[in-house]
């Protein structure tokens, strides 16, 4: 082998041979154990640097941001003339075994039965660079990323390690993240029939967290998780449905005492859960970036009445509406149609020209996926694109933290029912029929929400806005006042 030395065997003499042969075979058990050890040693760093390293690839690294953090969770604390924080929040992060976040990130291959996930895991959860968009956010894509739409609590995490709020000592914290990878786990998890090891981490977590001192201040009710998929895959005992593969991690009674932030809630038993954004493409560093990018979709042309971007499905409801909107689409020459299928998959997975639709449509159509919401309906504001809702749980039940209290403020809703029943709207009919004054009033409602909707660059200091970590941690302290208020 090239890493070990050829040997000529010589005659031993008598002051060569060894003192006793046991000795003999505990130099030869060593011999053989350090080129493994050195080999093991040398896979384990180009792993490392592979897949946790942070580097935007850029050539120009006097405009790269702020030296960045990586995935192994040891993140430098703040310089002290850093940013202050402009918010009544102080938030601890607890920091938790490495079973629950970091050691689920090495075996990346396997957190999702459809995708490897390595990339998306890679740069705290943004995923690989991707060009600039328009130009905008500095050459060589400083503030576009590949990001996988279901990695909100890696990024969430990110944020808020190097988050101006953020505490140190847990006697001036008002609120308490426990960073649990939660979703990548669960992902991992959906084709293992053994419901008791389908639940394992949950429940360790929920047994681990009532273990904290600072559990005891409130009963966990000044705790919070963030989930990067939908409640709906952690509700296996109260959801009753198909077994699909979910665990019970939101059944827990600990985990019900705490605050969850998910990109989709429950809309009708989950009064402890708060919608968040699904993560687009964008997470800009500075608010330059974020100016130049709203001035550029409130400026660009938009030809095309509306679009749909999304794929059929099976079966009776949401399918039925969605294989409405791609007939009548298809069947429009004032429609922008993209149909996802497995046999072209790229086509709805190149964020550029997906955001280039969207930035030259007036309306985008939003209709329910494999569950109420889907990460579009964001791409579709971070485009200046007017949504068009065919369910008020895809948005209007879901994230009122983010979105104004007033639907007609920002959207067109069309009725569609639960599916039961075919969609009967020809819907450039009801579009083409809204005055161009109340387009241009709604549209420049949604360009004004994409900084709020927005995850931001994870090692950005100064901001100058607020993104969708800063607005979740401001609703959250005065959510969990209130709650404490009726205790």
């Known amino acids: 082998m090239m890493l070990r030395k050829l040997r000529h065997a010589l005659p031993w003499t008598a002051a060569d ?62 310089p002290p003339d850093g940013p202050a ?18 050691d689920l990130l090495l075996r990346c291959r396997s957190l999702n039965m459809y995708t490897d996930m390595c990339p998306h895991v890679s740069n705290r959860g943004l995923g690989l660079p991707i060009p600039s968009v328009a130009g905008i956010g500095g050459g060589g894509g400083a503030s576009w990323f590949a990001t996988n739409q279901f990695i909100a609590e890696m990024i969430f995490h990110a944020r808020l ?39 394992a981490l949950a429940v360790d977590l929920a047994e681990h ?9 409130h009963g966990g009710r000044d705790h919070f998780l963030v989930l990067g998929r939908t409640a709906w895959d952690f509700l296996r005992l109260s959801n009753r449905g198909p077994d699909f593969g979910a665990n019970s991690l939101l059944d827990l009674p600990a985990v019900r005492n705490m605050s969850v932030l998910t990109v989709e809630r429950q809309p009708w038993t989950g ?44 079966g009776p409801g949401k399918a039925a509406i969605r294989d409405e909107l791609i007939r009548q689409c298809n069947e429009s020459a004032r429609c922008e149609l993209v149909v996802c299928e497995p046999a072209s998959p790229a086509a709805c997975h190149e964020p550029g020209r997906l955001l280039g639709i969207m930035a030259s ?40 933290w983010y979105l104004p209290a ?25 579009l083409a029929e809204i005055p161009p004054e109340e387009v241009e009033r709604m549209r420049r409602r949604v360009v004004a929400l994409i900084p709020r909707i927005t995850y931001a660059h994870p090692n950005a200091t100064a901001l100058g806005f607020r993104d969708a970590v800063d607005v979740a941690v401001d609703a959250l302290l005065e959510h969990m006042e209130s709650k404490l208020e009726k205790t």
């Open 17 to 78: 041979k060894p003192k006793s042969s046991k000795h003999h075979k505990a130099e030869q058990a060593s011999a053989k154990l350090k080129p493994a050890l050195f080999l093991s040693s040398l896979f384990t760093l180009w792993f490392l640097l592979l897949y946790f390293r942070f580097d935007p690839l850029r050539p120009d690294t006097a405009r790269r941001p702020p030296a960045a953090t990586n995935l192994t969770l040891g993140v430098a604390d703040a």
């Open 85 to 102: 924080c402009r918010s009544r929040a102080a938030v601890y992060v607890h920091s938790l075994p490495p079973r629950f976040n970091s």
């Open 161 to 199: 390690e190097n988050h101006p709020c953020r505490v140190r000592d847990p006697a001036l914290a008002n609120l308490f993240y426990v960073p649990f990878y939660a979703g990548l786990h669960v992902s991992s998890m959906f084709r293992e029939r053994s419901l008791p090891a389908r639940d």
């Open 209 to 217: 967290v009532q273990s904290l001192p600072t559990w005891r201040r």
């Open 271 to 314: 009064s402890n859960q708060h919608g968040i954004p699904y993560p687009s493409y964008f997470h800009p560093a500075t608010s330059a970036e974020m100016l130049a990018w709203r001035k550029h979709v409130s400026e660009s042309d938009r030809p095309h009445l509306f679009s749909f971007i999304g794929g059929p499905r099976r």
């Open 361 to 400: 449509s007036r309306f985008c159509l939003q209709a329910p996926g494999d569950s109420f919401t889907r990460r579009s309906v964001f791409d579709a504001v971070l485009a200046g694109c007017v949504p068009v809702f065919f369910s008020p749980h895809t948005a209007y039940t879901q994230y009122r």
């Open 406 to 430: 007033e639907p007609r403020e920002y959207s067109v809703f069309v009725d569609a029912g639960e599916g039961e029943k075919p969609l009967e709207v020809e819907i450039e009919k009801v």
